[in-house]
């Protein structure tokens, strides 16, 4: 790894040739907006169809005659999958570049989704549609984060929030293009155009170029030529001219004796001295090796063996802090009640008796435009000094668990429309997750936390939908399913405002004070 520092803040980027890394100032423009725009379309091509997948779920019930909780499965595996899957993702992109991961997962969402229009029951789907285009998209949005965020440091939210909004564009648009797709060449013939689609994501990834250094170093040895000496068990070291001489004063005086004997003992004597001298050279060679070896190993294992107890031990200080805690239970009930409407609504609606005639635009579109209206607009307010965006998305998580409870009531599509509307505005607070858990646990343990609660909102979008498919197949009604929706997001909500209340920290300074017979010393700062 060569270094190579421009001033500033300095990242690392692969090369071409190599997948050595080096280090470049972010440009923050140039190539860095061709990169924004192909990371866009990337989200918009691989998320479209399961953001959406609540009009294919309404064609698979026809189609399959299952349940739905079992049907459920697939939309939910699909979106809750890449979550579930973000240490691989991040260690594929960290491990092979942007660039190739984006265009293999073009591969896999484009394969899962031609795949799906020849499944002959509900169990492929779940491998097909499921796991693989679930995880393709997981490894595309793991690779467009990273490469924009390799290009952008001082514009790198603008960035970020750009391509975030490719994914509900993508839901508005795909919604109505699949329905009119399963009316024009039905529901195979519309995952295998969706398929191809999204072969687009190869172009984009192609275009995804890693950041290159004017004065790349020469390439490195290899890593075996690095290793030491000690560490190689059939290693010799080169003798030194006096061992070399001993060497032969010592053959020459052997050869003298053996010369003044019968040829046929000379022969055995040389034979003898000869296989003698090399097993027990190489037994002492062999044994210093295995045992230096052996070392070796038992330090590298103790070594990994530190690595995950600091990891666990990390990851206990994490959860004695009470708000990640609330924030953890928080966010896997939000994904739990709140993902279920994106995917259900169609049906809910279906369920409600309302014509399709009424039908002015899909309400999974009215989600998808919503939400990317809401992800700016909470994006926005998160930046003003005066918001507290924990407070902030404490609300948006109350605001849901209301808007749930009122899905029941909705017996037109205009109120159903306007629902979805709320509702997409809400889901919106992704938006603002990353600052919240950056105010909670602070910058240097975001990944760390970050990465725990991404799996557990991957958790949560994968069994709400099942849970809510089961809650009717139970009472042949939603109304059960989405009260059970809206309590459980109000219940995290509540949860987390609890946690974050101050008066919890004056209690906590309280507990802590010192004993009356003992004296503290106050240092005036003037910070």
């Known amino acids: 790894m060569a270094p190579c520092r421009e001033g500033g803040q300095v ?105 799906s229009s020849f499944a002959p029951n509900i169990y492929f789907l779940y491998i097909s549609y499921g796991i693989v285009v679930g995880l393709g998209c ?135 001295n000869v296989l003698s001298s090399i097993n027990v050279n190489e037994k002492d060679t062999y044994k210093k090796k295995v045992v230096e070896q052996t070392n070796f190993c038992k330090q590298l294992a103790k070594r990994k063996w530190q690595r995950y107890l600091n990891y666990w031990e990390e990851t206990v200080v994490l959860f004695k802090n009470k708000v990640f805690s609330a924030l953890f239970v928080a966010i896997l009930l939000f994904d739990i009640g709140g993902f279920p409407p994106s995917l259900l609504m169609e049906d809910v609606a279906r369920s409600a008796n309302i014509n399709e005639d009424d039908y002015h635009m899909p309400l999974i579109s009215i989600i998808g435009i919503m939400t990317a209206v809401g992800k700016l607009t909470l994006g926005i307010l998160a930046d003003f000094k005066w918001v507290n965006t924990l407070y902030l998305y404490v609300t948006t998580l109350l605001m849901t668990g209301v808007a749930l409870f009122a899905i029941p009531f909705a017996k037109s599509y205009l109120t159903l429309a306007m629902l979805s509307g709320i509702l997409g505005f809400l889901t919106g607070n992704w938006s603002i997750f990353p600052y919240v858990t950056t105010k909670t646990v602070g910058i240097e343990k975001l990944t760390h936390a970050y990465g725990i609660l991404m799996f557990f909102a991957g958790l949560g979008n994968s069994l709400g939908p099942p849970i809510v498919g089961w809650f009717y197949d139970w009472t042949q009604e939603y109304d059960t399913a989405f009260y059970f929706s809206g309590f459980c997001v109000l219940l995290g909500g509540f949860l987390l405002l609890l ?29």
């Open 138 to 272: 997981g490894l595309l949005y793991t690779a467009t984060v990273t490469i924009t965020c390799h290009y952008f440091d001082k514009r790198r939210g603008l960035a970020l929030g750009l391509i975030s909004t490719g994914s509900s564009v993508g839901l508005f648009i795909y919604a109505a293009l699949q329905r009119e797709l399963i009316d024009l060449y039905g529901l195979d013939g519309c995952l295998l155009i969706v398929g191809a689609l999204s072969l687009n994501i190869l172009a984009c990834g192609s275009l995804m170029r890693p950041l290159e250094s004017s004065d790349s170093p020469p390439p490195e040895k290899p890593c075996i030529d690095k290793v030491p000496d000690q560490y190689f068990v059939y290693h010799e070291k080169e003798k030194t001219v006096e061992e070399n001489i001993s060497i032969l004063e010592k053959g020459y005086v052997d050869e003298k004796c053996v010369n003044n004997m019968p040829d046929y003992k000379q022969d055995s004597i040389l034979n003898k």
């Open 11 to 115: 990242l690392p980027v692969h090369l071409h040739s190599s997948d050595k890394m080096v280090f470049r100032k972010p440009p923050d423009g140039g190539w860095g907006w061709v990169v924004v725009v192909v990371s866009f379309f990337t989200q918009f091509l691989c998320y479209g169809s399961p953001l959406a997948v609540g009009v294919l779920y309404l064609e698979w019930l026809d189609a399959f005659g299952e349940g739905k909780g079992k049907t459920a499965w697939v939309g939910s595996l699909a979106n809750g999958i890449g979550l579930l899957a973000s240490p691989v993702c991040s260690i594929c992109v960290s491990s092979f570049g942007a660039r190739p991961v984006a265009i293999f997962s073009g591969f896999m969402v484009a394969g899962g989704l031609m795949m």
């Open 499 to 527: 946690a974050a209340l101050p008066c919890w920290n004056a209690c906590t300074n309280q507990s802590t004070k010192l004993p009356p017979n003992t004296y503290s010393y106050k240092v005036a700062s003037s910070a």
